[in-house]
């Protein structure tokens, strides 16, 4: 079955490293993603990993993919303000119609304070 | 700039009066999705266009309805608007050949106010 789960809410102060966890069951999924979401705003993708990785690095971001363990994380170096927002993973599934299905977790609500 | 962009950014409709939200872009991609994400929830697909094929998925109720008149744009129909509707839309965009994935671009999303 598709389920992806987060922590629901962490806490960092300015300039330390956020980690963000999710755990996924669909071993089968071969993109996984992180989308940063501001309030009533849409989603903006930050990064993604192909599921043959097991790290991808882009700037302060990095993404570990533990695929035994079907366990991602997205780690934010040097947190500032401006990384304060709701942050979704998701898992993809190619569409027996074409295009892939995201399945999302439940988001990570990431507070940075001063 | 190459974008997904939604109309209206805010929809405030009464119960039971058909609504309709709008999708356009400018990517070229061949693929557009509409989720719906309630308050404090994740996004949920409720269906997409693969080209001009339309596909729904099992649990989206027979209320919404989506039409494709071209490559660039995409709508929403809520035919009876409930008060369990009021959430946020959102539109995505792929480009996706056979056998691949691709990655999905999100608009800023409608936000839906039920009365």
């Known amino acids: 079955g598709e389920d992806v789960e987060q922590s629901l809410f962490l806490s960092v102060r300015e300039g330390d490293s956020s980690v963000i966890n999710c755990t996924y069951t669909d071993s089968s999924s071969t993109y996984l993603y992180w989308y940063k979401q501001e309030p009533g705003a849409g989603l903006q993708l930050l990064t993604y990993i192909f599921s043959n990785m097991d790290m991808k690095q882009d700037q302060r971001l990095t993404v570990l993919l533990n695929k035994k363990d079907k366990h991602l994380s997205l780690r934010i170096a040097d947190t500032q303000t401006g990384d304060s927002a709701i942050y979704f993973c998701a898992e993809s599934h190619i569409l027996t119609g074409g295009g892939n299905k995201l399945t999302f977790g439940t988001g990570t609500q990431l507070k940075v304070e001063l | 700039d190459a974008m997904v962009i939604q109309n209206p950014r805010y929809q405030v409709t009464q119960f039971g009066k058909p609504v309709t939200l709008s999708c356009s872009q400018t990517l070229n991609h061949n693929v557009m999705y509409w989720y719906q994400q309630k308050s404090s929830q994740a996004p949920k697909l409720l269906f997409h266009?693969?080209?001009?094929?339309?596909?729904n998925e099992a649990d989206t109720p027979d209320n919404f309805q989506s039409r494709r008149p071209n490559t660039s744009f995409c709508f929403l129909d809520i035919r009876s608007p409930g008060l369990g509707d009021a959430a946020m839309y959102l539109c995505a965009t792929s480009t996706s050949t056979s056998g691949f994935t691709d990655t999905q671009y999100f608009g800023p999303g409608t936000r839906l106010t039920v009365l």
């Open positions: 266009y693969y080209d001009k094929d339309f596909n």
